[in-house]
Nanobody, 116 residues
Framework: QVQLVESGGGLVQAGGSLSLSCVAS????????MAWFCQAPRKEREFVSL???????IYPDRLQGRFVISRDNDKNSVYLRMHSLKLEDTAVYYC??????????WGQGTQVTVSS
């Protein structure tokens, strides 16, 4: 069974950058649709970005141009580079894999805190 582990979260000042990693084990994610989601305190989980098996990406308008998702199938990994971070980007960021009919494999999340 595929498992995902995120890393790279931390504390960063507004305007700064941070890179997150998601490493899969227990199986390959090379054929899986991969995505990042985030959840801020007292808010619902939000879609952050998605990448398909050939590298095509999707972002919500609010993040277009600031966040970049990428993948390295040889390393069984997905990445999220975040730039020009804002206070409202503070959240737990989750990596997810769509292996079945939906995003059915999730990591434990990594905390990103943006300070002023």
């Amino acid at each position: 069974q595929v498992q995902l582990v995120e890393s790279g979260g931390g504390l960063v000042q507004a305007g700064g950058s941070l890179s997150l990693s998601c490493v899969a084990s227990g199986g390959t994610i090379a054929t899986a649709l991969m995505a990042w989601f985030c959840q801020a305190p007292r808010k619902e989980r939000e879609f952050v970005s998605l990448i398909n098996t050939i590298g095509n990406t999707i972002y919500p308008d609010r993040l277009q141009g600031r966040f970049v998702i990428s993948r390295d199938n040889d390393k069984n990994s997905v990445y999220l580079r975040m730039h020009s971070l804002k206070l409202e980007d503070t959240a737990v960021y989750y990596c997810a894999a769509k292996i079945g009919d939906d995003f059915d494999v999730w990591g434990q999340g990594t905390q990103v805190t943006v300070s002023s």
